[in-house]
């Protein structure tokens, strides 16, 4: 039997949620959520996991953190020792505190650039790319759910069934 | 479904549905653009044009076509710099600061205040470009091995610091600013009916589609993004103020400098946003979503950082005083009564005094009150500036090298010019960028907006009904 996308339609993000519990405990697996902003408890209902792109900046600003101290060793300390009024660099640890201002900058330029490119990139969202979402209105002020027929026991008419006993605006059907 | 104390105001007044919050917004976007926009447009780029004029005119002649003298090296310069990095700093204070805080009336400032914000920094970025005369030389400042031996830049300097502040601020806003935007661009170009349009906002949204992972990603970036944005801003202006701070000028050598200074940054800005939402608000007629007490909340924060600034302007007056240093006393005692006193007094008039007026509910809730206050903080503030720079600077440790600073048309003529080319870009970020966070606003409608506030459980249960 082919996959069928059974897209239910709400117009209000607290019946989506609402409905979408009701549904969850039925059993059912939701695939995906589309709304215009974010529906905030939905994420455990619909078994989403916490993303982990906070760690990822972690990484990336502890990256910077080295990169700039290993830099402003190389060129402070290391390649061309400076002696500033009187204030000779003579090695790592006596210049630390003044390389902080620039240790934390480049740490946070590092962390959030990381980030965000990582963002674009697990979202696939890069320029010029079309959007996915199924129905133009889902972001402007409808909130729809994406059901496919694979991911559960229940076929069409069941899935159907369920749904109509929320107040589902619409349901649309799909087939590959 | 989260509650909100009924005495709290709505941040959302009237009944707009979800779809009405999007109309209302984008009309500006998708309708042509008025004869008013088109006048002011007018006038922004003539007085742009004139600033690139000058701008041109001082890259081809040097830095003598400025009033700079042997003594007064730094004068209107690094004011206008300092003055527009300051005006940046209540962008990134409102959509950030008050995200970590959950402040609910970010939402309908934070985009037009973030936009202000870069634009304010581009502005700023300028002088100190301008001011290394050889503006093709500018790429020095990088520490990249170069064709003059392997001298590097001086990571020591607060010169330095203030490069890496300047670019990484400028950069981390501009993130923040747009990955705020594409879902906003995702919804014009889901609604756009021009083949033009669809494709420009289709390009600027990046496929953006709103499924649920998206939108758990966009809130945790948004929150860490925040995190790292806070620490920042209070670093930035830290760095500009040790620019002075760390120098051995009398009225400069001030350990006080960097609180003073970011409380200072805060305050002006906040006075600019209130300059332009007031205008925005209601040439764009946004009354519903940034509301009277939107205004007054910020008045309430330009008292708090009004009187920081009031309380350092004092303690550095003390200060000067009692550490029985006689340069430091003289350059205070220079300040309130030498030949800059009146500008000493009208900064002490426009940013000590003045704030105080908003103690009054009255006043401060009143909009053309506070448009003519927002005013007279951004001058106050910008006289601030050029009284550390100028007074101290203008009576050396010689007295025969003492003098003063005269602007030239050079001088004034650049900073009117970054006001249009400030004002320039503002005007097309109101025409073509939707100009609040609608889709964010959307989100405190049920726990804000005045049709769902004080609503009962039962209510609102029987408007959105679940299960038949």
């Known amino acids: 039997m082919s996959d069928k996308t059974i897209y239910a339609i709400y117009d209000d993000d607290y019946v989506l949620l609402e409905s979408a519990k009701h549904i969850v405990?039925?059993?059912?697996?939701?695939?995906?959520?589309?709304?215009?902003?974010?529906?905030?408890?939905?994420?455990?209902?619909?078994?989403?996991?916490?993303?982990?792109?906070?760690?990822?900046?972690?990484?990336y600003g502890m990256i910077g953190v080295s990169?700039?101290?290993?830099?402003?060793?190389?060129?402070?300390?290391?390649?061309?020792?400076?002696?500033?009024?009187?204030?000779?660099?003579?090695s790592l640890m006596n210049n630390l505190p003044t390389f902080v201002p620039i240790t934390f900058e480049f740490g946070v330029l590092c962390a959030a650039h990381g980030m965000a490119i990582t963002y674009m990139l697990r979202n696939w969202t890069l320029p010029?790319?079309?959007?996915?979402?199924?129905?133009?209105?889902?972001?402007?002020?409808?909130?729809?759910?994406?059901?496919?027929?694979?991911?559960?026991?229940?076929?069409?008419?069941?899935?159907?069934?369920?749904?109509?006993?929320?107040?589902?605006?619409?349901?649309?059907?799909?087939?590959? | 479904m989260h509650k909100e104390a009924s005495i709290r105001e709505p941040l959302v007044l009237g009944t707009p549905t979800y779809s009405d919050i999007t109309n209302e917004v984008l009309h500006t976007i998708e309708n042509k653009?008025?004869?008013?926009?088109?006048?002011?447009?007018?006038?922004?780029?003539?007085?742009?044009?004139?600033?690139?004029?000058?701008?041109?005119?001082?890259?081809?002649?040097?830095?003598?076509?400025w009033g700079l003298n042997k003594t007064v090296g730094w004068a209107w310069d690094i004011t206008n710099f300092v003055w527009w990095v300051g005006i940046g700093h209540a962008g990134t204070l409102i959509s950030a600061v008050l995200l970590l805080f959950r402040q609910k009336w970010r939402m309908a400032i934070n985009r037009p205040a973030e936009a202000m914000t870069i634009f304010a920094v581009f502005m700023a970025g300028l002088f100190p470009m301008i001011h290394m005369g050889r503006i093709w030389m500018a790429y020095w400042v990088l520490p990249i091995p170069n064709q003059f031996g392997s001298l590097w830049v001086n990571f020591n300097s607060p010169l330095l610091w203030d490069v890496f502040a300047i670019s990484t601020y400028l950069s981390v806003s501009l993130?923040?600013?747009?990955?705020?935007?594409?879902?906003?661009?995702?919804?014009?170009?889901?609604?756009?009916?021009?083949?033009?349009?669809?494709?420009?906002?289709?390009?600027?949204?990046?496929?953006?589609?709103?499924?649920?992972?998206?939108w758990q990603r966009f809130e945790e970036v948004s929150l860490v993004l925040?995190?790292?944005?806070?620490?920042?801003?209070?670093?930035?202006?830290?760095?500009?103020?040790?620019?002075?701070?760390?120098?051995?000028?009398?009225?400069?050598?001030?350990?006080?400098?960097?609180?003073?200074?970011?409380?200072?940054?805060?305050?002006?800005?906040?006075?600019?946003?209130?300059?332009?939402?007031?205008?925005?608000?209601?040439?764009?007629?946004?009354?519903?979503?940034?509301?009277?007490?939107?205004?007054?909340?910020?008045?309430?924060?330009?008292?708090?950082?009004?009187?920081?600034?009031?309380?350092?302007?004092?303690?550095?007056?003390?200060?000067?005083?009692?550490?029985?240093?006689?340069?430091?006393?003289?350059?205070?005692?220079?300040?309130?009564?030498?030949?800059?006193?009146?500008?000493?007094?009208?900064?002490?008039?426009c940013n000590v005094v003045s704030p105080h007026l908003f103690w009054s509910k009255k006043l401060r809730t009143n909009l053309a009150f506070t448009f003519f206050m927002s005013i007279i903080v951004n001058i106050g503030m910008w006289f601030e500036r050029f009284v550390i720079i100028v007074t101290s600077i203008h009576r050396d440790y010689l007295p025969s090298s003492w003098s003063m600073f005269y602007p030239t048309w050079v001088d004034i003529g650049i900073f009117v010019g970054t006001l249009g080319i400030f004002s320039v870009f503002y005007l097309l970020f109101l025409k073509y960028f939707p100009v609040l966070a609608f889709n964010e606003v959307k989100t405190i409608l049920k726990s804000s907006g005045e049709q769902y506030k004080n609503m009962s459980d039962e209510e609102f249960k029987k408007l959105h009904p679940v299960k038949k």
């Open chain 1, 128 to 176: 010029g790319m079309k959007g996915r979402n199924p129905y133009p209105r889902t972001t402007d002020d409808r909130f729809v759910m994406e059901i496919h027929t694979h991911d559960n026991d229940m076929d069409e008419e069941g899935i159907k069934a369920l749904l109509n006993e929320t107040y589902v605006l619409e349901i649309d059907v799909k087939n590959p």
């Open chain 1, 25 to 59: 405990d039925k059993g059912i697996h939701i695939r995906d959520v589309f709304s215009p902003f974010p529906i905030h408890g939905l994420d455990p209902v619909i078994g989403l996991k916490r993303t982990r792109i906070a760690i990822a900046a972690f990484i």
């Open chain 1, 67 to 90: 990169l700039a101290l290993t830099g402003m060793w190389f060129f402070m300390i290391h390649d061309w020792p400076m002696n500033i009024g009187g204030k000779p660099n003579f």
């Open chain 2, 33 to 65: 653009p008025t004869k008013l926009w088109k006048l002011l447009m007018v006038i922004a780029t003539i007085i742009a044009l004139w600033g690139v004029g000058c701008i041109l005119y001082l890259l081809g002649v040097g830095i003598g076509s």
């Open chain 2, 175 to 214: 993130v923040f600013w747009y990955i705020g935007l594409i879902p906003d661009f995702a919804t014009i170009r889901d609604r756009a009916s021009r083949p033009v349009q669809k494709l420009m906002y289709g390009l600027m949204a990046f496929g953006w589609s709103g499924n649920a992972k998206a």
């Open chain 2, 226 to 349: 925040a995190g790292l944005a806070t620490p920042l801003v209070f670093s930035v202006h830290s760095i500009v103020s040790m620019d002075f701070a760390t120098s051995v000028i009398p009225g400069w050598h001030t350990t006080i400098f960097p609180p003073y200074f970011v409380a200072g940054a805060v305050f002006s800005g906040f006075a600019m946003v209130q300059t332009l939402m007031l205008i925005v608000r209601k040439v764009m007629h946004l009354e519903k979503y940034v509301t009277i007490k939107h205004i007054e909340y910020m008045n309430l924060v330009i008292i708090v950082t009004g009187s920081i600034v009031g309380v350092a302007y004092l303690t550095e007056l003390f200060i000067s005083y009692y550490s029985g240093v006689e340069y430091e006393s003289y350059a205070f005692i220079n300040r309130f009564s030498g030949p800059y006193a009146w500008a000493y007094w009208c900064m002490m008039t």
